[in-house]
């Protein structure tokens, strides 16, 4: 993960802030989470993200620190059940509304293919 120089990642949404505003953002980030993923139906529910212990070898490493964050972001996203492109909780959902099975839209193409006349396919 590149961040710019200075930057620390929210462990929550993995956007990048300064190190003074990173401690004022994740209360309400964790704050907001939780009222997102309360909307969520049951089976999509995640367990509240933890923040990383980054600490090697006792100094603080912040390459180390950002990329426990971001890999801790991004494990709370949803997988869609058809493509398995990763989504937050609550856009999974919108998703899935337009997303079909892999042999499905296979077969469309390949029938938009093969057919001069899609239409009476």
Known sequence: MLTRPGFRV????????GSQSLAIHEPKCMEKWHIENDKLPKHLRRAEPSKPQSLTGGAYDIKAANEAAYQSAQAQLSPCENCGRTFLPDRLPVHQRSCRPKDASRSIIRCLNECPDFQKC
Do not use: K
């Open 10 to 17: 929210c462990y929550i949404c993995g956007r990048e802030f």
